[in-house]
C-alpha cells in the first residue's frame, strides 16, 4: 500500500470510530466484534424513516437491515475495497464537495460580495441602471436588399401601431422576434452600462422613464425600446443578499478553498500535499459536527456497499449465462402466466417494401441481433424504420393489439412518417420458453438468490450482538 492511500485510510478509520465507549454515546451493537455507537446507528435509522418514507420501520426492525449493510461494508474493507484507486478518487470527489466550502468563512465570501459590489459600482461610471424593454425585427449579416426593405417596413409599421396608440407589451408579445424577451412584453432585466450593443445602449440611455424610441439598426436587426424604469445602484447591504447567491452560485467558495488549501500546503511543517491536507481538516470538522463526521461516513460505506454487492453479486449473476439458464429451468414454473405473451418486435415504415424486407432480415437470426441488423441494413444514412423489441402482452402496444393478438375495433397510431407496420417474433401461450424471453426478470431473481446465500455466509462471519437495553433508548434519551 503507499504511504498516501495508508495515510488516507487511517485518518479515516481513526475518524469513523469515533467516541462509541463514551458513556454520552454507548455501544448499541457490536459486527463481528466492531462497535456501533448509538448515535451512528440513529443518524441512519432516522435517515432512512423519515416522513416520505412509505414503508417505515420501527427501531427493532430496521436492526438487523442495519446489520447486514454494515456486515457488507465489513466485508468489503476485508477485501481491502477501499484502498483501490477507483475507490479513492470517487470517495475523495464526495468528501471533497462537502468539506471544501466548509474551509471557506462567511467572511472571506462578504469580501467577495463587496469586491464585486464596487467593480459593479466602478462600471457604471456614475450612470444609473436600466431596466429597458425592446421589440426586435431580426435582420441577419449579409441580409439582401430586399430582406433589408422588408425588416425595415416591418418595424416601421410596428412603430406607427405604437404612435396610433397601441400597447408595447402586446405588440412585443405578437412581433418581436426576440422570444424570450417577447413573451415577457420585451422586458429586459437590470442592465448596466456595457452589457448591452453600443447601438442599444446609446438609444437606452437617452430615454427617460416610459419614454419610446423611434426605430434604430443594430448587428441583429431593427429595434424599439421602451425605457420601463432606471434607477441609482442601491447601498451594498441592501444587495447583500442578492449579491451574496449570485457569488455562491459562480461556486466562489470551491474557487476560495484551492486558495486555502494551496497556501496550507506551502505553510504545512509536514509538507502535506492537498489530499493530506484535506484528511486533515475531514478529520477535524467532523470532530466538530457529528452530523458531517456520519454524511462522511455514509458516503465512505456507501460506495463501499455498492462495490462489493456489484463485484461480488450483480455484474457475475448478470454475466453468467449458464446460471441463468440453469435457474430459469429450476424456476420455470413460477414464471407462467394465464394470457398469452409475444416475444418480439413490432415496427415501424417509411417505405411498404421495408416491411417485407425487414422480417426477411431478421428471419432465423438470434432477437438479441435484431436491432444491430435493422440499424445496419436500414437505418445506416438515415432512420426508416422504427423499432418496438420487447416482451408484449394484451393491452401493451396497440399495434400488437391490433395484429398479434386480433383484438378488433382498435387502430393503431403509427410514428408520423412510418405509416407501414410490421412485426416479427414468437407467440408464448403458457410461459416464456427460455430464460432470454424475460432476461431482465430471471437476472434480478438470479442476483436475489445470490445475495441471500452472500448475506448467509457473512452472518456466519462477523457476529451481530445487540444491546438490547441501548436499543431501547435510540432516540429517547
Known amino acids: 500500500m503507499s504511504k498516501k492511500i495508508f495515510f488516507t485510510s487511517y485518518l479515516i478509520l481513526a475518524m469513523l470510530s469515533g467516541a462509541a465507549a463514551q458513556d454520552n454515546d454507548p455501544v448499541v451493537m457490536t459486527i463481528g466484534g466492531e462497535p456501533v455507537s448509538r448515535s451512528e446507528f440513529e443518524y441512519n435509522y432516522n435517515k432512512n424513516n423519515t416522513d416520505a418514507v412509505i414503508d417505515r420501520k420501527s427501531v427493532e426492525e430496521y436492526v438487523d437491515m442495519f446489520a447486514v449493510y454494515k456486515m457488507k461494508v465489513r466485508a468489503a474493507l476485508d477485501a481491502r475495497m477501499d484502498t483501490v484507486a477507483s475507490y479513492q478518487k470517487e470517495f475523495h470527489q464526495y468528501r471533497d464537495q462537502q468539506i471544501r466550502p466548509l474551509l471557506v468563512s462567511d467572511s472571506l465570501i462578504d469580501i467577495e460580495c463587496r469586491k464585486y459590489y464596487d467593480e459593479m459600482k466602478s462600471s457604471l461610471a456614475g450612470k444609473q441602471l436600466l431596466k429597458p424593454a425592446h421589440i426586435l425585427v431580426m435582420l441577419k449579416q449579409h441580409a439582401s436588399a430586399a430582406e433589408q426593405d422588408a425588416a425595415k417596413e416591418r418595424i416601421d409599421s410596428i412603430y406607427k401601431a405604437l404612435s396610433d396608440g397601441g400597447d408595447f407589451r402586446e405588440l412585443a408579445i405578437a412581433c418581436s422576434d426576440d422570444k424570450q424577451t417577447g413573451s415577457n412584453g420585451g422586458e429586459l432585466p437590470w442592465v448596466a452600462p456595457g452589457q448591452l450593443l453600443k447601438e442599444f445602449e446609446d438609444v437606452a440611455y437617452s430615454l427617460d422613464k416610459g419614454q419610446v424610441s423611434t426605430p434604430f439598426l443594430s448587428p441583429v436587426g431593427y429595434h424599439i425600446v421602451k425605457m420601463a424604469d432606471r434607477k441609482d445602484l442601491e447601498p451594498f447591504d441592501s444587495l447583500h443578499a442578492q449579491i451574496h447567491r449570485f457569488v455562491e452560485n459562480r461556486g466562489i467558495r470551491m474557487q476560495l478553498s484551492q486558495q486555502i488549501i494551496d497556501s496550507l500546503c506551502h505553510t504545512s511543517r509536514e509538507r502535506m500535499n492537498a489530499e493530506q491536507i484535506l484528511d486533515r481538516e475531514t478529520e477535524r470538522l467532523c470532530a466538530e459536527d457529528e452530523n458531517l463526521k456520519y454524511l462522511v461516513q455514509e458516503y465512505h460505506d456507501g460506495l463501499l456497499y455498492y462495490n462489493i454487492c456489484n463485484d461480488s453479486i450483480w455484474e457475475p449473476a448478470k454475466s453468467d449465462t449458464t446460471g441463468l439458464e440453469k435457474y430459469f429451468k429450476k424456476n420455470k414454473r413460477k414464471y407462467s402466466w394465464k394470457v398469452p405473451h409475444f416475444n418480439g418486435m413490432v415496427y415501424y415504415c417509411k417505405y411498404s417494401n421495408d416491411v417485407a424486407a425487414v422480417k426477411k432480415a431478421v428471419r432465423k437470426k438470434e432477437d438479441d441481433k435484431w436491432i444491430g441488423i435493422i440499424r445496419d441494413k436500414f437505418n445506416k444514412d438515415s432512420i426508416t424504420v422504427k423499432m418496438d423489441k420487447r416482451l408484449f402482452a394484451k393491452g401493451d402496444n396497440k399495434a400488437a393489439d391490433k395484429l398479434i393478438f386480433k383484438v378488433k375495433d382498435i387502430e393503431p397510431k403509427t410514428p408520423a412518417g412510418y405509416p407501414y407496420i410490421g412485426y416479427v ?53
Open 425 to 477: 417474433g414468437r407467440m408464448l401461450k403458457k410461459g416464456p420458453s427460455k430464460w432470454t424471453d424475460i432476461s431482465q426478470k430471471v437476472i434480478q431473481d438470479l442476483q436475489e438468490e445470490r445475495m441471500k446465500e452472500f448475506v448467509a455466509t457473512l452472518r456466519k462471519r462477523y457476529t451481530v450482538v445487540v444491546d438490547e437495553e441501548i436499543l431501547k433508548t435510540v432516540n429517547n434519551h
